[in-house]
């Protein structure tokens, strides 16, 4: 158990620009949450996969988010056409198979859109 | 929609201190309540978690406590130490949800 880990941990983008997120959860894990925190804030739940499923992605902040887990294994987050709102920190987490099981998280992405 | 606030918003101790950091939520029907560390910078580590049939969870200096009925729930350090100086967390679980309260800073003192 390698723990859950995120690439890249710091990505600077123009305006504009697409970014992709990569998220590894821990290998027995099956459920893989994505959130976003701003400075000050709590993490804002984004979207969420059950195996390659994803169960809940009203919370994706616009339609210029987009996320996959295309074998259940790995995520990405993707943003098209970044704005400097955009700038945060993306974190991944992941938990097993109960809704109830605590959830590990990653180091996660610092966004810097300039 | 559920609402999770946590007070105080910053918090500075002396060394050794016990402290309570509080969380309360507006959604009853949670699956669980969990309590996070998190330094300058880093990712969340999870500290303890309590199920929605659970009253607290211990684990060393640590104790949580959840009331749902009146939707609160507390995170009490005993002794506190300046490696405990981080941002605390609180995260409710609902259905297809996880929304989580702003922290509490804590600052320990030696």
């Known amino acids: 158990d390698t723990g859950v880990s995120q690439n890249p941990r710091h990505k600077i983008t123009k305006r504009g620009q697409n970014v992709t997120f990569r998220c590894d959860p821990i290998?027995?894990?099956?459920?893989l949450y994505w959130y976003r925190q701003t400075l000050g804030q709590g993490p804002e739940f984004l979207t969420y996969?059950?195996?390659?499923?994803?169960?809940?992605k009203s919370r994706l902040l616009s339609d210029r988010f987009s996320a996959e887990r295309p074998k259940g294994s790995f995520s990405t987050l993707e943003i098209q056409r970044t704005e400097q709102g955009d700038s945060a920190m993306y974190l991944c987490?992941?938990?097993?198979?109960?809704?109830?099981?605590?959830?590990?998280f990653g180091p996660g992405t610092r966004l810097t859109v300039l | 929609k559920q609402e999770v606030t946590q007070i105080p918003a910053a918090l500075s101790v002396p060394e050794g201190e016990n402290l309570v950091l509080n969380c309360s939520f507006t959604?009853?029907?949670?699956?669980?309540l969990q309590w996070f560390r998190q330094d300058p910078g880093k990712g969340l580590t999870s500290l303890l978690l309590?199920?929605?049939?659970?009253r607290e969870q211990t684990s060393g200096r640590l104790n949580a406590s959840l009331d749902k009925s009146s939707g609160r729930s507390t995170l009490y350090i005993a002794a506190s130490q300046p490696g405990d100086s981080a941002t605390y967390l609180c995260?409710?679980?609902?259905?297809?949800?996880?929304?989580f309260g702003a922290g509490t800073r804590l600052t320990v003192k030696p």
């Open positions: 987490a992941s938990s097993g198979r109960g809704l109830a099981d605590t959830q590990y």
């Open positions: 290998s027995e894990h099956n459920r």
């Open positions: 996969f059950q195996n390659e499923a994803q169960l809940e």
């Open positions: 959604d009853s029907a949670i699956y669980n």
């Open positions: 309590i199920q929605s049939s659970q």
């Open positions: 995260a409710a679980h609902n259905n297809n949800d996880m929304r």
